[in-house]
């Protein structure tokens, strides 16, 4: 099994305290490393600090500390969701990729962060309903979208991603989760809610969802 990762800054300043994975797929890894990659996941390389690494495990709750030993007030839940293993990975174990949630301890305010996500199930369902926050996976509108404009032979839910639209679209089932504030991010270019006078942004804002944008901030 996969087990997420924590990285913890200890050089340079920086306002990244933090740097959580969330699987081991090499493209959303790649960002805070640099060939060649450890394909034991091990170690990852990275260019810009020395980091302490430490395994998560599946469904526990971890404190963060700081790069000193101090303790935060924020701690970390792993959980899985649903999606297929990498192409290198050897193994279908639960936990190839997982969503998040953070609990501030000072404050008793919660987010889930779910940016990749093949299916959302009633245990996944009930699980954001219990945080005050969710940030979940916005990358396509449509199944069939980068089909359909001729760039990919692949369908969203081939490369695990749920589309937002649809009858049993992440939209149709985020709709019915009533009390926390629900954002879409990691939200693919191709998608057109990204436009703000399309058909499919006002679905998404009727429907009591907000679109990411970068700079956002919230408070929990």
């Known amino acids: 099994m996969h087990r997420s990762r924590v990285f913890s800054r200890q ?3 920086s306002i990244i305290r933090w740097v959580l994975r969330c699987c081991a797929r090499l493209d959303r890894s790649g960002s805070i490393s640099r060939p060649p990659y450890d ?3 091990n170690r990852i390389p990275v260019f810009f600090a020395d980091l302490s690494i430490h395994d998560l495990t599946l469904d526990t709750a971890m404190p ?3 790069s000193d030993g101090q303790a935060s007030s924020i701690s970390v839940e792993p959980f899985a969701v649903a999606a297929d293993p990498p192409r290198f990975a050897s193994t279908t174990a639960e936990g190839h990729t997982v969503g998040f949630v953070m609990v501030d301890q000072s404050t ?8 990749g996500c093949g299916a959302l199930d009633q245990r996944l369902v009930r ?6 926050l969710v940030l979940f996976d916005g990358t396509f509108w449509s199944d069939d979208e980068l089909i359909q404009l001729g760039i990919s032979e692949r369908k969203a839910r081939d490369m695990d991603h749920l589309p ?4 049993d679209g992440s939209l149709a089932r985020l709709s019915e989760v009533s009390r926390p ?3 879409y991010t990691h939200i693919n270019n191709t998608n057109p809610m990204l436009i703000e006078d399309s058909e499919e942004r006002a679905l998404v804002d009727r429907a009591g969802l907000t679109v990411g944008a970068d ?3 919230f408070t929990v």
């Open 11 to 13: 050089t340079r300043s």
């Open 39 to 41: 394909r034991s996941l």
């Open 64 to 66: 963060l500390c700081y």
């Open 108 to 115: 008793g305010g919660s987010c889930a962060f779910v940016p």
């Open 127 to 132: 699980r954001l309903e219990a945080v005050d």
């Open 164 to 167: 937002v639209s649809g009858p």
């Open 181 to 183: 504030q629900k954002v």
């Open 215 to 217: 700079g956002m901030r």
